[in-house]
């Protein structure tokens, strides 16, 4: 392995799931781990299999990863019970080639936490590791409280990665669980751990409490360490972990070490980090390191002078390179680059210089101002685009829908409650006019429904609707201060049979509207790339 080779390990969808207010569902996750798969992260822990039932139900039909590692966490053995006769360890192995188990480093968890004898915690370390080797292709073992078991007893630390290490496992990971360990202290530890095991062997896991996560990361791998372990947007419990968005490009444009992942892959890095705050429904912050929208923006005066005759005055480094763009806050002229990327992504050839690729600029600029999202919802972008571009035909077109709620109380106790929601539509399909009514488990279900029972009558749409399956639904506030009257953007992520997910937005003072924008982008981003034929309604 080179010296100049660090392996990353990405957290997200278990240690990012502990962050206050974060709740990932089955297919949160599963969006997130492809998206993590795009950008090459080494391994993806996927979560805790048996911990709770949407890690269950991920590990049940995990995302097929091309150029990631799925890794199922877990813990060592019980004490007092064989690796072999540990419910906890058979699961780990039935749901994924790699396994990386926690297991404890310091003296004062092991006799306060645990309650058991200190050589009692090294066998089950060790027992744990020698039995998954031979049940899967690769074992990692988290040293938890690593830095404040070295602090307290350095050789009951040292001698419990060792255990770990001496039974096989491919990583030793040091862990600064309670955040509290400062740079200079984590470079001289992992400097000294690393005379006694390979650097190639450990990793690092570092907590925020003390806002040094990204610094002790980068301490360790300056000391030796070749794994570094984080989240996206650093998500985590109390104040998160490391957060992988700005340690990615400081190992590789400032430090100049391999991460595995394409100067090209880079260049995608502030989408992703937008992906995951659209499934989280919050707006990305705007100070964020590399990929925030003020990374970049300059306002007024010096600044600006300066920029424009050489942006390397005010930046460190270009924003293309990690998909970000520059702000020139008095006169925005940035967009056109971007979008001609985008356009290289969904595989639209145009002239850099076509008025229409102008146009489509400032109806992209003025739909974000507007609320529009495009980082989490690629497929409403493409439509767009396709559009601008005179590539795409309407399959439908809706004169009219009405939404009708219904709730009534049975009982003088209003505790019997019956609550119906009917939609009414109105579709011109080519030549032909359709009007549907359907019932359905809320407004949006009933107008979906009512809109399918339509389309499904059309014998070149039928086989493409009957694929899609809405799997998820988020509404965000995007306006402050403005009460129930506020603009809302709907975000719909959509499947079908084949496995293929993609998102649509829409955006309205009507939830509703919002709702039928998205779902109308969902149904004719499938017909599209199904190679349907429109009808020119």
């Known amino acids: 392995m080179s010296d100049k080779r660090v392996y990353l390990y990405d957290s997200t969808l278990r240690d990012g799931q502990q962050t206050q207010g974060v709740d990932f569902s089955a297919a949160d996750k599963t969006a997130i781990a492809k998206a993590l798969d795009e950008l090459s992260i080494d391994y993806i822990e996927g979560g805790w299999p048996g911990a709770n039932p949407t890690d269950d139900a991920f590990f049940a039909n995990p995302p097929k990863l091309k150029n990631s590692k799925l890794t199922a966490f877990g813990m060592t053995r019980r004490a007092g019970r064989s690796a072999s006769n540990d419910p906890g360890l058979t699961s780990l192995a039935q749901n994924a080639p790699i396994v990386c188990m926690v297991g404890k480093s310091w003296d004062f968890q092991v006799t306060e936490a645990l309650g058991i004898e200190l050589d009692e915690n090294l066998a089950m370390i060790s027992d744990s590791i020698a039995h998954l080797k031979t049940k899967v292709s690769e074992v990692m073992f988290d040293a938890e409280h690593f830095f404040d078991g070295y602090k307290a007893n350095r050789d009951y630390a040292l001698a419990a990665i060792k255990s770990a290490y001496e039974a096989g496992a491919r990583w030793v990971v040091l862990c600064d669980t309670n955040g509290g360990t400062l740079p200079d202290e984590i470079f001289d530890i992992v400097t000294d751990v690393c005379r006694q095991i390979p650097?190639?062997?450990?990793?690092?896991?570092?907590?925020?409490?003390?806002?040094?996560?990204?610094?002790?990361?980068?301490?360790?791998?300056?000391?030796?360490?070749?794994?570094?372990?984080?989240?996206?947007?650093?998500?985590?419990?109390?104040?998160?972990?490391?957060?992988?968005?700005?340690?990615?490009?400081?190992?590789?444009?400032?430090?100049?070490?391999?991460?595995?992942?394409?100067?090209?892959?880079?260049?995608?890095?502030?989408?992703?980090?937008?992906?995951?705050?659209?499934?989280?429904?919050?707006?990305?912050?705007?100070?964020?390191?590399?990929?925030?929208?003020s990374a970049f923006a300059h306002k007024g005066g010096l600044h600006v002078s300066a920029v424009e005759k050489n942006p390397t005055c005010y930046e460190h480094i270009e924003p293309h390179l990690v998909g970000n763009q520059r702000h020139i806050l008095v006169s925005d002229q940035a967009g056109r680059s971007n979008i001609l990327a985008r356009f290289r992504e969904i595989g639209v050839e145009v002239d850099p210089k076509s008025e229409a690729v102008g146009k489509l600029v400032e109806t992209v600029?003025?739909?974000?101002?507007?609320?529009?999202?495009?980082?989490?919802?690629?497929?409403?972008?493409?439509?767009?685009?396709?559009?601008?571009?005179?590539?795409?035909?309407?399959?439908?077109?809706?004169?009219?829908?009405?939404?009708?709620?219904?709730?009534?109380?049975?009982?003088?106790?209003?505790?019997?409650?019956?609550?119906?929601?009917?939609?009414?539509?109105?579709?011109?399909?080519?030549?032909?006019?359709?009007?549907?009514?359907?019932?359905?488990?809320?407004?949006?279900?009933?107008?979906?429904?009512?809109?399918?029972?339509?389309?499904?009558?059309?014998?070149?749409?039928?086989?493409?609707?009957?694929?899609?399956?809405?799997?998820?639904?988020?509404?965000?506030?995007?306006?402050?201060?403005?009460?129930?009257?506020?603009?809302?953007?709907?975000?719909?992520?959509?499947?079908?049979?084949?496995?293929?997910?993609?998102?649509?937005?829409?955006?309205?003072?009507?939830?509703?509207?919002?709702?039928?924008?998205?779902?109308?982008?969902?149904?004719?981003?499938?017909?599209?790339?199904?190679?349907?034929?429109?009808?020119?309604?």
């Open 199 to 293: 650097g190639s062997h450990v990793g690092i896991h570092c907590h925020n409490d003390t806002e040094n996560a990204v610094a002790n990361s980068l301490a360790a791998v300056r000391a030796g360490a070749r794994q570094v372990q984080g989240t996206l947007n650093g998500l985590g419990e109390r104040c998160g972990n490391a957060n992988l968005i700005s340690i990615i490009p400081t190992l590789m444009l400032k430090m100049g070490y391999d991460v595995g992942i394409s100067h090209d892959q880079l260049t995608h890095l502030r989408r992703i980090s937008h992906i995951l705050d659209e499934r989280l429904n919050r707006e990305p912050l705007r100070q964020a390191a590399y990929v925030g929208d």
């Open 365 to 537: 600029k003025r739909r974000e101002f507007d609320g529009y999202a495009y980082d989490g919802a690629e497929a409403s972008f493409e439509l767009l685009a396709r559009k601008a571009m005179g590539e795409l035909d309407r399959y439908f077109r809706v004169t009219s829908f009405r939404v009708i709620d219904e709730r009534r109380w049975v009982d003088e106790q209003d505790e019997q409650v019956i609550t119906m929601s009917e939609a009414t539509v109105k579709v011109v399909v080519g030549d032909d006019q359709f009007m549907s009514v359907a019932e359905g488990n809320g407004p949006v279900n009933a107008l979906d429904a009512a809109l399918r029972k339509v389309l499904l009558t059309v014998p070149e749409y039928r086989d493409a609707v009957e694929q899609i399956e809405l799997i998820d639904y988020k509404v965000r506030i995007i306006t402050r201060g403005d009460g129930t009257r506020a603009v809302t953007r709907v975000m719909i992520e959509s499947r079908d049979a084949e496995g293929n997910n993609w998102a649509t937005v829409g955006v309205s003072t009507n939830i509703i509207e919002a709702s039928y924008n998205a779902l109308r982008d969902s149904i004719t981003y499938k017909l599209f790339k199904s190679g349907v034929r429109s009808q020119h309604a």
